[in-house]
């Protein structure tokens, strides 16, 4: 078959999204504090722009003319020359140099620093109040601090700050020692060099188990107890890798060796006995164990419990642990109160506290008269506007092809599209809160039990928007309602169909679940299936086993047998 070259005239419709358009969908997802920073940007990137002032922060005219007062200079000669002088002594004292700090900051910082406290009223220059804070001591900077006042060898101090540079917030060690040679091919050339030339010494070999050892959250205590340890003990499996790594990446990586990361575990055995007991520890249980030895325990059963049977002890099986010890109850109860007041946390003391969040609504739905009232909250967000300066200047220049009234005109149109942007960003806010109201009307006058079942699709037929648009213009958005401040995604839940025809919000259902946990005796909690016994005989509300279980665990709920206290 020949091949040749040919014209060939095709025509098409394609959608094709302006810059105009996609701002206006980039919008529609924003918060208001991002919102409100877009608008800073836009107000110093475009020129024609500026925000105009609302009547209620205009200065009214007392205020004006008060200020005129205040800004009034001294007419007599005698004022004047007392104001004179008054600011020559102020120029004076501002002139003079603490050489002392002067000595004190050289030698620590570097540099001076004037930190003189100004007589004037000039704030700007001063730091603020957050610069002044103390700052905590982090978990990290607490450890390094110990291995300064321990006499190490300069390579073991090398190796500990890399240990505890890997330490998490919590006091786990989150790295393997593997990891962490492989990362650092030099350091283990240093630390075989230095064991090759007698400098150190180490008497044993580091497994491949030991060397991939580290802290996973979702496997934070031992597992199966099928692994000996180097003293017979149980010892949990070796970590599982979720991914098969390449035999390129296997060839690629640097060959660890045994004497290298006996080495560097002999340093984070050193670490584990510092302040706080436990830090460094690579799963729950050796955090226990090496709190328990701390303490002079390693004799005693409470030691023995965790060592062995730290399933049985998650599980509070006593009753087993005193069959398998070989102990009375008492005594088995007696060592669970020894475990239960070690610390899981090491590193919980130097964790900061959480920042606060706070949240500005964006809308409005207050009731008036028995009837609910949707109300935007415009209160603290910039309004933009065009200036008419620019207005008149693009007016008043010639059409003689200059750039100047092309770039003005241009900005002119990008302002307009952008203010035309934001209102219809309202707009829809509004429309979509409306929407919500009709639809969980119940909702704001009960309360959640009676939170319906509803999806985006309602809401974009009642108004007449593609389910997009309803998903974007709910993302981060929130509503001050008298039952209090919620996401607009929130009033969107899925729903379990009962027998009666009718679907129950899965919102309503795990309300109830949660309400039930904290009711129900802690020495005998209810299991998944008696509370949905309990849903469907209370509420007539039928829910599978299966589905308690996923709702419990999305809210962060321990099953039954974790929940139970035996004192």
């Known amino acids: 078959m020949a091949m040749h070259m040919k014209l060939q005239m095709k025509m098409t419709q394609q959608l094709i999204m302006t810059p105009q358009l996609q701002q206006a969908i980039k919008l529609l997802q924003l918060s208001r504090a991002e919102l409100e920073e877009l608008i800073e940007q836009s107000l110093v990137e475009n020129p024609v722009l500026e925000e105009s002032m ?10 004006r003319e008060m200020t005129t007062e205040q800004t009034e200079v001294p007419v007599s000669e005698e004022t004047y020359e007392t104001a004179r002088e008054e600011e020559k002594e102020e120029t004076t004292a501002q002139e003079e140099v603490d050489w002392q700090q002067y000595v004190e900051q050289v030698d620590q910082y570097g540099q001076y620093q004037d930190r003189r406290i ?22 990290q900077d607490h450890l390094l601090w110990q291995v300064g006042l321990v006499r190490m060898s300069k390579l073991e101090v090398e190796v500990a700050h890399y240990l505890a540079g890997n330490i998490a917030d919590n006091g786990y060690l989150v790295t393997s020692i593997r990891e962490i040679l492989e990362g650092n091919p030099e350091l283990q050339d240093r630390i075989l060099e230095a064991l090759d030339s007698d400098d150190l010494t180490v008497e044993r070999e580091l497994d491949d188990y030991w060397m991939d050892l580290r802290y996973q959250q979702e496997k934070a205590a031992m597992g199966d107890g099928k692994r000996k340890s180097r003293r017979g003990k149980n010892l949990p499996p070796p970590p599982v890798f979720e991914e098969e790594e390449l035999e390129e990446d296997l060839e690629n990586r640097v060959q660890v060796s045994p004497r290298a990361a006996a080495f560097v575990e002999e340093v984070l055995f050193q670490l584990q006995t510092f302040d706080p007991n436990g830090v460094g520890a690579r799963s729950l249980q050796e955090c226990l164990l090496i709190q328990l030895r701390l303490l002079g325990r390693s004799d005693e059963l409470c030691y023995r419990i965790v ?7 998650e599980c509070k099986d006593l009753k087993r642990i005193a069959r398998r010890q ?19 946390k090491p590193g919980r003391s130097f964790t900061p506290p959480p920042s606060h969040h706070y949240i500005i609504p964006d809308v409005f739905i207050y009731q008036v008269n028995n009837e609910y009232k949707v109300a935007l909250n415009a209160h603290g967000m910039p309004r933009l506007r065009i200036s008419n300066y620019y207005r ?19 900005k002119i149109k990008a302002g307009q599209w952008l203010m035309k942007s934001i209102e219809q960003r309202q707009k829809t806010i509004y429309k979509v809160t409306k929407s919500i109201l009709r639809f969980q009307r119940s909702f704001f006058e009960k309360g959640i039990h009676y939170l319906k079942p509803l999806v985006l699709k309602d809401v974009a037929e009642d108004i007449d928007v593609h389910e997009s648009t309803v998903s974007r213009i709910t993302t981060n958005k929130y509503v001050h309602t008298p039952q209090g401040i919620f996401e607009l995604k929130y009033f969107f839940t899925s729903g379990i169909d009962q027998e009666q025809g009718e679907a129950v919000s899965s919102k309503r259902i795990k309300d109830m679940i949660q309400q039930m946990v904290q009711n129900e005796d802690v020495r005998s909690p209810y299991t998944d299936l008696q509370i949905a016994d309990i849903l469907q005989k209370r509420s007539s509300i039928k829910v599978a086993r299966r589905t308690v279980a996923k709702y419990r665990e999305a809210l962060n709920i321990l099953p039954s047998n974790k929940r139970k206290q035996l004192f």
């Open 54 to 63: 609302d009547i209620d922060t205009y200065p009214s005219e007392e205020q």
């Open 118 to 139: 100004r007589s004037g009223g000039d704030d700007d220059e001063l730091p603020s109040l957050e610069a002044t804070l103390a700052q905590d001591e982090s978990l």
């Open 307 to 313: 060592e062995h049977d730290m399933e049985l002890l």
């Open 326 to 344: 070989k102990q009375d109850l008492e005594r088995v109860l007696e060592a669970y109160r020894e475990i239960m007041a070690l610390e899981p």
């Open 392 to 410: 008149e200047l693009v007016d008043n220049m010639a059409e003689d092809g200059n750039l100047t009234k092309e770039y003005i005109q241009e």
